[in-house]
């Protein structure tokens, strides 16, 4: 199936610092959305993008669909300790008659050390 | 507004046995997707419903199945338990259909099958 290649696989980072992780696929995305997850939780969203270039900002997290639909970066600014948990990148790949679901990245794990 | 509530939270089975899992979407939303989520497969894509009617299916054998009722409250069943099904099933639901918009994620169920 589809796969979308998220990087790094962790970070070690010291807190104040700023964090950038991105996600490329081989195929076209045409929705691409950015996810946090702690442990033993679901999911939760941070930013979501439509339109190819399109450049989007929550607090400290901004994000980028790429021009070729086929990357984004999720870049966090002045990192703090509850920034820690696994960040997931997932896009919509539309085929035929609809969309197949959302396509996960393999996560983040971001750590900070304070 | 209500989150996506999913029940029940923890759940153990044995091999063989069948489970059922519950999904109740945001108000409003008539789209629920369904998601398996394991260490070594990430977040896989099982099955979108949409006004009672299942949209898209991902990759999973028919043991795995669906249903959506007419207040949008979605359940997902699992026949004839493996090991290898213990994982955090995940639900979510959006107000459209077919990833036109973003997904909002419920705490899960964990399963674990001994």
């Known amino acids: 199936g589809q796969q979308l290649n998220q990087s790094p696989q962790s970070m070690f980072i010291q807190e104040g610092e700023d964090v950038s992780m991105n996600c490329t696929s081989s195929?076209?995305?045409?929705?691409w959305l950015w996810y946090k997850q702690d442990p033993g939780e679901g999911p939760v969203l941070l930013i979501a993008?439509?339109?190819?270039?399109e450049l989007t900002s929550n607090g400290r997290l901004t994000a980028q669909f790429g021009i070729t639909r086929k990357d984004s970066f999720l870049n966090i600014s002045a990192s703090i300790p509850s920034d820690v948990g696994i960040y997931f990148c997932?896009?919509?790949?539309?085929?035929?008659?609809?969309?197949?679901?959302?396509?996960f990245g393999k996560g983040t794990h971001l750590i900070i050390q304070p | 507004k209500a989150g996506v509530t999913q029940t029940p939270r923890y759940l153990i089975k044995t091999r063989g046995q069948q489970v059922t899992l519950s999904c109740s979407p945001i108000?409003?939303?008539?789209?629920v997707s369904w998601y398996q989520q394991t260490p070594g497969q990430g977040l896989q894509f099982l099955f979108e419903y949409f006004s009672e009617t299942q949209r898209n299916k991902g990759n999973f054998p028919g043991r795995f199945s669906g249903r959506q009722f007419s207040n949008s409250r979605s359940e997902m069943n699992v026949s004839t338990l493996e090991l290898g099904d213990s994982a955090l099933y995940l639900c979510a639901s959006s107000s459209l259909a077919g990833g036109l918009n973003e997904q909002f994620f419920g705490p899960g169920t964990r399963l674990t099958v001994l």
């Open positions: 993008l439509y339109k190819a270039g």
């Open positions: 997932a896009g919509y790949m539309y085929s035929g008659g609809g969309a197949d679901g959302l396509t």
């Open positions: 108000s409003g939303h008539r789209s």
């Open positions: 195929s076209i995305f045409n929705t």
